[in-house]
C-alpha cells in the first residue's frame, strides 16, 4: 500500500507496485541509485 498524504494511492505486492508508473517505482528507483552513492574523504575533521 502507498500513501501520499494520507490517501491511497497505489496497492499491491512489491513486484504489481513495480509494473506500474508511479510513486513507489519512483522510490524504489530513487533508493537504488543512493545505494551506490559514497561519501568522499575530504582529511579535514
Known amino acids: 500500500m502507498v500513501l501520499e498524504q494520507g490517501r491511497i494511492v497505489q496497492r499491491g505486492t512489491h513486484y504489481e507496485l513495480m509494473?506500474?508508473?508511479g510513486l513507489y517505482r519512483r522510490f524504489v528507483g530513487l533508493?537504488?541509485?543512493?545505494?551506490?552513492w559514497k561519501l568522499q574523504e575530504s582529511g579535514k575533521v
Open 19 to 21: 509494473k506500474q508508473e
Open 31 to 36: 533508493r537504488e541509485q543512493a545505494l551506490g
